[in-house]
């Protein structure tokens, strides 16, 4: 190994292949990847800190400089655009929060009042508040940018390196002509552009491709990380191809052939390592026939068994002739060893590597045309003196690594237990293991620590004793910051060793040379800090003399170092050679090193010494295990050296190979190459004209001064060997290769799929197997080998291999046959291995680890487009609603004709309502009666349905023992009303055709006002799908149906010629474009002023048309002709007002005719209830002053309120006055909308009860045809309907499923929470969902008895998850039946009354504002201060566009209702139904367990570790005897024991965490039956828990008898336990899980583990588990004693008082920090080493104090401060409010004037002002930034109330 580079950059390191503990002589020590000098000016900044080598950088701000810099920028177009964007943006603002402002006058104010930061006092500032914020942000940011300026005021801002355009050379061209024609090799110097050549070769194919119709795959392999990114950025550049990138850190182990093949049809280049390639030909993902090009870079490395020779030989050259990809390879050298020792030597070399390629070597003839173009620099050697030997610290460190190396050896079989922590012995055969230093294991301290302790040695020999110190102190660091410290027992063992050596060695680095008498007080203070004092120094220390040491003394820079041994002679002359380059303009250095401990250490070296200030320095190392530096570390330094940044990098042989740095002038070997082609590589790295290839060597040394001959020969001979080519014809077996004929038994070919593992390959897969299986941190599996020694009599020695896998796999051991060597037997077992594996179904055809079905869409929310997947709450589409079948009928199309003759045969339901409750209003009770029609008897379990809600809307079903004909439900009509309407069968009717026509006119009237849809009767359209008619009663009793319908009242209706008239027909506002919503739908935006069927076009718009309440001009209604022509001059004389009649405006009518009439305003549309005729007041009247309105009185009399505001001059102003109220709107009656309702600001409970009155004048007054009761009876129709409609639908699913359930509860699971009902799915969903797991999980546990607990995991995620189930409600159509939106009567269908959806609704422009109510629109109505913007996904059942069949749903409403549907068939039919309803959904598996082919076989356990276990105590904890007690041990036992015939405890968890899921939520579901969905679901999961289940496992002492071999396990449970045991003694006290110690997942997995061991050993009943585990449950969680977790209240609370929330985590050492702010203040911070913990515990800290806070304010402030923090929303606003109306003001008007922030942590800043009446406009005052706009409103209102408190007192 010594003569091997010791960075293994040039390995694609896969992480499932390499293990921690390398090689003995590999030394790995991270010293922090990026190390770089820096200008004084920023080095005083960033202190020299000890601890850099942590792999930390120092943070830098980077700033972007303006080209022309220095000089002011001049305005340009983009600068006009951007002035324009921000304009339009503070218009819109302006718009959004203007209110009825007066922008200009806020823009006269000439300052602005707001709250000094320190002070806290009220101040005035001059200007505007915009002005002042910029000059404060600018002093703030010339602070901040002062210290930086230094910084960057050398530096170039240089925009990214371009490729240049090349152009090709001749001899480019040449060797791109032979590529073309054949195979070839281009041996060209590094910087001629062989990548070029591949390049235009790629392009050449592709054209020639593109002629066929054929796409381009070309594959460019490449042997190192750095060049995957670079290569492909290159062709990216030249050719404008799709080029894909990869390699080991991207995670390809873990693609599949899905995801690969849309690489291969998306991309036409692909740019990997070698490895990547080898796997996916492998595993047969491609097949070398579907490349058609394939590159290799550094082709050099195509020997043994690299990756290169490996794709060449087991594929390229098995592949028929005919079907093989051209070939290009490219090289600096064909030969990568250390020299050729003949020409006929470097012939064989070269012939070989031709033969594995299949290529021909292609080099230049003329190398003067190659010298004008790439540069050769100057090679200089320089030597450097031999360093002397510290031996005693040598010797002091070789003693430690001996005695740590010792210990790891004796620490075999028993005491090696002990050590690691394990509880017991166990059988000598369990314990026979291989614990070699090199084996990566939990508790491989002793191998890592041996590796540190070599890795400080070197360096103490070659760079001497402070750079050792300094590698010594950095492994300390990184152990101390490691997060495992607190548990981890190896590292509390290293952290001792590495003190010892970091003291041993600690010293410092000054420059300076040695003085003439050595008597310096450093070399005393050395001595001593060695341990030794001068009179004691041994052979081989520091003496007086300083000629052994070597190096010259006299240095001024180092020379005193030197003499001291704290750096080498070799590191002095290296600080030597970068001296000279002092001033030497762009000036850019490699060094390479041999180890990447030199690579790490020196740059700090060059930071220590002054004299080398003008050197930047980096560190550029490989991949290299846990030193390894990432990729996007290694480009960024890259990068920084390109462009000055870094002017040196010291880099290992990662840099040798390809990095295309051109910069670079001067390359040092500080560590000769160890080949030929390492010396010709990095000579390369020089691309300057002009360069220095300086080479250092030891003086006298004479293997350095032989490399450096042989290097510069051999580079001769292969160059003429390459041009002439010597005849080795006469040589056998020269260009012998593997002509991929496979040797029986050496690899394994799966027929199916043509993936195949060879010898070579089939350890590496059966170590990524054991990494694929499932484990925790404690248990870190792997194949453990042992070999056996065959001894045959006069024969050659042979050896065997036994395999043994970790205990989860399918079988344990295997038996290898014997081989030749040790190598070959393992290769052979692990072949064996993997055949055997795919056997048994663990290896995918692919021969892959199995990880289930369809595994990649594990947690996978998108997918490549990142459109939603099916299945999850993003995936929204839209669903034709369903309608019962049962409702269709083609007789809905008749009655067109007058045939007496023709009869139809109809079913007549009454609709009957009672009341329950009381309340003031009486037209609650005045509704007149109703029936519907149907064409066919409805279900005989529809009458028989009966809802009955209770106080926590939780319906129960009645059963069927109800013989009257009856179907109720609950409508709720009021506050304190419910009212039970109730479906009652009359029976079958006979309706002639003419009567059926006049029913159907008589409902489009009545249907068309209630749900506000203009149409007629005679052309409106009808669907037979909906076949059912609303009739009226009248009241009286008949033993024929048809005579109880009102026969009159449907004549009256359908005759009166009112119906002429457009104001009285529906949608009247829209008529006269008052875009007021009056009767009938939802509050939706009608009209803006458009008059329908184009009357009155030519009329001027009122100004208020577009505002919402605002009303048309009267002389809409005189235009067209609807009201008779007035005129004061004629009053009719004829018209009698004194007997009792009123004047209307169309007709005269007697009072008392009026009564419990509707009437419909001619001036606005609106419809009003008639309440009485107040003859005491007359249109004379006095005007009266609008609520809340101090103003001015405007009006003197109704009668110049109505002249003034609508230009009406009134005829009959004598008339008395009309008292009416409002006609509603149609109003969704199914869901409690007064329960629970948030009264808006300072509005009291009983608000919604208040009735508003309105006073008309009778002559602006239609009569409306329809009575009141009747429209008021109707209004309740739609919601009766709709709940009818779903029951049928729930019936006729019922009928499908075919078996006997309730119709209802079907009903009850087809019902979303959205929809706002009395009920919903979501309690029978959690019972479903926990049923349908429990079921799957026993089918898969029983069926597969080979998977292991992560494939059954995965399978049971498929066969359940939402993707799954949703695709099965699809196929059973269960879109059309499920109830997901809030009933919304405006989207309601009736028959012959479809919705209508203006287009001016979807454009127009909502208003932020509301306009003063007139005084006849005082309608009861709620205000919504809409004080944001906010985008809101569709929620289930929304619609974006007009469509009433349509609705949108999500994928996992759909599977969220198969759930429910579970749940439902289990509890009214038990687990039978339950199956049957799964069976007939489509899920696939044997629910019965006699038709489940299983067999639990007995469990095998030796007898010795029966005997170690003390099952009378365990099963004594459980209350349980076992029959198997083997079952008990697997339960119990974890998978970091090396297992004897005892599988870990994986399987049994998996069954068990079912089997507890279904029990404790089927209990918690049958218990708590009142219990709300989501505080059930709450419930759950306190109850069901890893955390609860591990502290009841430690509470029954089941902790004692886990069987592992972690000892950081065995510290972590020790914890926990002490947490447990304080928690429990705590009286009354149980966290359920949300305890302050975090448990380990193993307390908690046995828990499960031991329930599933109880399920089979009982004969799988569940019962008996659930016997077993309620004691040990108890007590349960209730909802009295459920905990909330800190963070979720913390949340909620904070949501509920809109404050802005954010936590802030950091790691210091092995803490994690979080920090709470609430509203940007720090209110609560934790330390934990786990962040979830620390955040808990923060969150925790901040609840506690804020109820502190909140509890001293309260005491602090009165009721009647405005200022309280949390009290009501508005107080603040309310008071400023209530002086602005005591004092006659006008409203204060609020102006949002900046908001900024990101979208989690909003700021927004308010201004406020008012005009008072006598100092007029206040100044603005400015409110503090908050997160919410009602609380920045407030924070403004506070300063202003100060400000007038100032002014008025």
């Not at 119709?213 to 392999?221: D, I, M």
């Not at 309706?991 to 052309?1019: A, C, G």
């Not at 509005?1243 to 329809?1266: A, D, G, N, Q, R």
Request: hydrophobic share 35%.
């Amino acid at each position: 190994m010594d003569d091997e580079v010791r960075d293994s950059g040039n390995a694609d390191v896969r992480s499932s292949y390499w293990l921690d503990a390398c090689e003995d002589d590999d030394y790995f020590v991270d010293l922090g990847a990026n190390t770089t000098v820096v200008p004084e000016s920023y080095s005083q900044q960033v202190s020299n800190d000890p601890c850099f080598f942590d792999g930390s950088e120092p943070s830098k701000k980077r700033r972007v400089w303006d080209r022309t810099s220095g000089r002011k920028r001049r305005r340009g177009p983009d600068d006009t655009e951007m002035d324009v964007r921000v304009r339009d943006q503070v218009r819109r603002r302006e718009r959004y929060n203007s209110c009825s402002w007066k922008d200009r006058e806020f823009r006269e104010a000439k300052g602005f009042w707001e709250r000094d930061k320190t002070t806290n006092e009220l101040i005035f500032q001059v200007g505007s508040w915009e002005s002042c914020r910029n000059r404060k942000e600018k002093l703030n940011n010339e602070k901040i940018n002062k210290g930086d300026e230094d910084l960057e005021e050398n530096k170039v801002d240089e925009p990214k390196e371009k490729l240049p355009e090349e152009q090709a050379r001749q001899y480019q061209l040449d060797v791109l002509e032979q590529a073309k024609s054949r195979n070839t090799i281009a041996f060209l110097e590094t910087g001629a552009g062989k990548t070029l050549i591949a390049v235009l070769l790629i392009k050449s194919i592709s054209v020639e491709l593109q002629k066929q119709n054929k796409k381009l795959l070309a594959v460019f392999l490449v042997p190192k990380v750095p060049l995957v990114y670079q290569q492909a950025e290159v062709i990216r550049e030249r050719t404008g191809y799709q080029v894909g990138h990869y390699c080991g850190e991207m995670g390809q182990d873990f693609w599949d052939a899905r995801r690969w093949q849309r690489e291969f049809e998306s991309k036409q280049v692909l740019v990997m390592t070698a490895q990547i390639l080898l796997n996916i030909l492998r595993h047969s993902i491609v097949k070398m026939e579907a490349i058609n090009l394939l590159i290799l870079d550094e082709c050099h490395h195509a020997v043994k068994k690299h990756p290169y020779s490996l794709v060449m030989s087991e594929f390229y050259h098995t592949t028929p002739k005919e079907k093989r990809p051209s070939v290009f390879g490219m090289t600096a050298s064909p030969v990568n060893l250390k020299g050729v020792s003949s020409q006929v030597d470097c012939a064989v070399k070269i012939r070989n590597l031709e033969s594995k390629l299949d290529s021909v070597v292609c080099t230049i003839k003329d190398r003067k045309e190659l010298e004008k173009h790439v540069p050769m620099p100057s090679e200089v050697v320089v030597e450097y003196d031999k360093a002397s030997s510290l031996w005693s610290l040598h010797e002091k460190i070789k003693l430690m690594e001996q005695t740590v190396e010792e210990a790891a050896r004796s620490s075999s079989r028993r005491s090696k237990w002990q050590f690691m922590g394990a509880r017991d012995a166990g059988a000598k055969e369990e314990l026979r293991q291989v614990y070699g230093v090199s084996e990566r294991t939990e508790s491989d301290g002793a191998a890592n620590l041996i590796q540190k302790l070599r890795a400080i040695n070197y360096a103490l020999g070659e760079l001497g004793q402070w750079c050792a110190y300094k590698v010594a102190h950095a492994f300390l660091t990184a152990l101390q910051n490691d997060e495992r410290a607190n548990y981890q027992l190896d590292i509390k063992f290293q952290e001792s060793y590495l003190i010892t050596v970091v003291s041993l060695l600690q010293c410092n680095l000054s420059e300076g040379a040695i003085s003439e008498n050595n008597a310096t007080g450093s070399d005393m203070d050395d001595a001593s800090v060695n341990g030794n004092v001068p009179d004691e120094l041994e052979e081989g220390e520091l003496t007086t003399s300083h000629i052994v040491s070597g190096g010259e003394h006299v240095d001024v820079i180092i020379g005193a170092a030197v003499a001291d041994g704290k750096v080498t002679p070799k590191v002095q002359s290296l600080i030597k050679i970068l001296l000279k380059y002092q001033h030497t303009e762009d000036f850019r250095a490699i060094i390479f090193v041999e180890r990447v401990v030199a690579a790490l250490v020196l740059p700090k070296v060059f930071m220590e010494l002054p004299s080398l200030s003008f050197v930047k320095s980096a560190s550029l190392i490989g991949h290299n295990n846990s030193q390894e530096m990432r990729t996007s570390q290694m480009q960024d330094t890259i990068a920084r050296f390109r462009d000055g940044r870094v002017t040196v990098l010291v880099a290992t042989s990662v840099a040798e190979e390809g990095l295309d740095i051109r910069q670079c002038n001067v390359v040092i070997r500080f560590d000769l190459a160890k080949t030929v082609l390492a010396y010709i590589q990095s000579r390369g790295r020089a691309r300057k004209p002009g360069s220095d290839y300086i080479l250092m060597v030891e003086r006298e040394n004479l293997s350095h001064v032989a490399f450096l001959k042989n290097a510069r020969n051999s580079e001769e001979t292969l160059r003429k060997e390459a041009i002439e080519r010597t005849d080795i014809s006469h040589l056998k077996d020269t260009c012998g290769i593997n002509s991929g004929e496979a040797v029986d038994g050496t690899m394994y070919q799966v027929k199916s799929t043509g993936a195949v593992v060879s010898l070579n390959s089939a350890v590496g897969l059966v170590h990524f197997y054991c990494s694929q299986l499932p484990s925790d941190r404690y248990s870190i599996l792997h194949p453990e080998f042992t070999i056996k020694r065959h001894e045959t009599p006069g024969g050659p020695m042979e050896y065997s291999c036994e395999l043994q896998l970790p205990c989860n796999a399918p079988f344990e051991k295997l038996e290898g046959p014997p081989c030749k060597s040790m190598r070959l037997a393992q290769q052979a077992v692990c072949l064996a291995a993997c055949k055997k594996l795919h056997e048994m179904g663990a290896f995918t055809d692919m021969l892959l680890p199995d990880k289930g079905i369809g595994a990649e869409t594990d947690k996978v929310e998108q997918n490549d487009e990142g459109d939603p997947l099916p299945g999850t709450a993003r995936h929204r589409e839209f669903y034709p609603e369903g309608v019962a079948d049962i409702l269709q009928g083609e007789w809905i199309l008749s009655g067109k004709g007058c045939e007496e003759s023709k009869i139809f045969n109809l079913y007549m339901y009454s609709v009957k309502c009672e009341n329950a409750g009381f309340s003031k209003d009486l037209l609650l009770n005045q509704v007149s009666e109703f029936a519907i029609v149907f064409g066919a008897e409805l279900d005989a379990e529809v009458p028989y349905f009966h809802f009955k809600s209770n106080k926590s809307r939780v319906l129960h079903f009645l059963p069927y023992t109800c013989q009257v004909l009856s179907m109720s439900m609950d409508l709720f009509i009021a506050r304190a009303v419910i009212t039970k309407a109730s479906l009652v069968y009359e029976g079958l009717t006979e309706i002639r055709e003419t009567q059926l026509t006049l029913l159907k006119s008589f409902h489009v009237r009545l249907m068309s006002i209630v749900l506000d849809v203009d149409v007629e009767p005679s052309s409106t359209p009808w669907d037979t799908a909906k076949a059912y008619l609303f009739v009226p009663l009248s009241g009286g009793k008949s033993t024929d149906p048809v005579h109880l319908i009102d026969w009159a009242l449907i004549d009256k209706v359908n005759k009166t010629d009112a119906w002429s008239n457009p104001l009285q027909r529906a949608r009247p506002d829209v008529y006269l474009g008052t875009n007021e919503r009056t009767l009938g739908g939802d509050r939706r935006e009608y009209g803006f002023a458009k008059l329908r069927h184009g009357m009155a076009n030519e009329q001027k718009s009122h100004p208020t048309y577009g505002i919402r309440g605002a009303v048309a001009q009267f002389d809409v209604v005189k235009a067209s002709g609807l009201a008779p022509h007035r005129d004061a001059s004629r009053v009719p004389s004829l018209v009698d007002l004194t007997n009792g009649k009123l004047m209307m405006a169309d007709s005269c009518i007697m009072v008392e005719d009026l009564g419990g009439k509707i009437v419909t305003a001619a001036h606005s549309g609106k419809r009003f209830y008639v309440d009485s005729v107040r003859f005491d007041m007359t249109a004379e009247n006095s005007f009266p002053r609008k609520e809340g309105y101090l103003g001015p009185l405007e009006y003197s009399s109704y009668a110049e309120y109505y002249k003034q505001k609508y230009g009406v001059e009134l005829i009959y102003r004598q008339q008395p006055l009309i008292r009416a109220r409002g006609v509603s709107y149609c109003k969704n009656l199914l869901s409690p909308r007064f329960e629970h309702s948030d009264g808006h600001d300072g509005v009291s409970e009983e608000t919604p009860e208040k009735t508003y009155y309105v006073f008309l004048p009778p002559e602006l007054c239609f009569v409306h045809s329809l009575p009141g009761s009747l429209v008021r009876g109707a209004q309740r129709l739609p919601s009766i309907m709709r709940r009818i409609e779903s029951m049928l639908l729930a019936v006729q699913l019922k009928d499908i499923i075919n078996y006997p359930v309730p119709a209802s509860k079907i009903l009850e699971a087809l019902t979303a929470a959205s929809c706002q009902e009395t009920f919903c799915y979501e309690r029978a969903e959690l019972l479903g969902d926990a049923y349908l797991k429990w079921v799957v999980s026993r089918f898969l546990f029983l069926k597969y008895p080979q998977k292991h607990e992560g494939q059954l995991t995965r399978m049971r995620q498929q066969m359940v998850s939402n993707m799954v189930l949703y695709r099965y409600a699809l196929n059973k159509g269960l879109q059309s039946y499920i109830q997901a939106d809030r009933f919304a009567p405006s989207r309601w269908a009736s028959p012959g009354v479809l919705p209508v959806f203006d287009e001016d609704t979807k454009d127009a422009d909502s208003s932020f504002f509301y306009e003063e109510i007139d005084s006849d629109e005082r309608l009861s109505r709620k205000i919504h201060d809409t004080d944001g913007y906010e985008d809101v996904e569709m929620e289930d059942g929304e619609l974006e566009s007009d469509s009433s069949s349509y609705r949108v749903l999500s994928g996992k409403t759909l599977a969220d209702v198969v759930e429910a549907l579970i749940g439902v068939y289990y509890v009214e039919g038990g687990k039978y139904a339950a199956n049957h309803l799964m069976r007939w959904i489509g899920i696939d598996i044997d629910f019965d367990l006699k038709e489940i082919k299983y067999s639990v076989k007995p469990s095998t356990v030796p007898e010795n570790i029966l005997r170690s276990i003390d099952f009378d105590s365990l099963e004594g904890s459980l209350n349980c005897k076992f029959s198997d007690r083997g079952l008990l041990v697997e339960a119990i036992t974890h998978a970091s024991r090396p297992s004897s015939g005892v599988s870990c405890y994986q399987r049994l968890e998996f069954v068990g965490d079912a089997v507890l899921d279904h029990l404790i939520t089927r209990y918690l579901f049958f218990t708590y039956t009142d219990l709300p969905p989501g505080r059930l679901t709450d419930l759950r999961a306190a109850a069901v828990n890893n955390e609860n289940f591990a502290r009841v496992a430690v509470k029954h002492n089941l902790h004692t008898h886990l069987r592992h071999g972690s000892s950081a396990l065995e510290k972590q449970i020790r914890d926990f336990v002490k947490e447990v045991q304080n928690e429990l003694s705590k009286p009354g006290f149980n966290s359920f899980g949300l305890g302050d110690c975090k448990a380990p997942k193993v307390l908690g997995d046995i828990f499960e583990s031991i329930a599933g061991a109880i399920f089979l050993d009982s004969g799988c009943v569940t019962a008996s588990v659930w016997k077993v585990f309620q004691p040990l449950l108890n007590p349960m969680v209730t909802p009295e004693t459920l905990p909330m977790h800190p963070v979720r209240e913390l949340q909620e609370r904070c949501q509920q008082q809109a404050e802005g929330l954010e936590y802030k985590a950091t790691r210091s050492g092995n803490l994690a920090i979080v920090e709470v702010y609430v509203d940007g203040v720090q209110v609560g911070v934790a330390h934990n080493p786990q962040k979830k913990m620390a955040q808990k515990l923060a969150a925790r800290n901040a609840l506690v104090a804020l109820k502190e806070k909140e509890s001293a304010e309260a005491k602090e402030s009165g009721e009647a401060d405005g200022k309280e923090k949390n009290g009501s929303q508005s107080f603040t606003r309310q008071t400023l409010n209530d002086i602005c109306l005591r004092r006659n003001w006008p409203m204060p008007i609020y102006q949002c004037i900046h908001e900024g922030g990101p979208a989690h942590a909003k700021r927004f800043t308010f201004a406020v002002r008012v005009n008072t009446s006598d100092r007029g406009w206040t100044d603005e005052c400015i409110g503090d930034p908050m997160p919410s706009v009602k609380k920045a409103k407030d924070s403004a209102a506070v300063l202003l109330l100060e400000l007038l408190n100032k002014w008025y007192t």
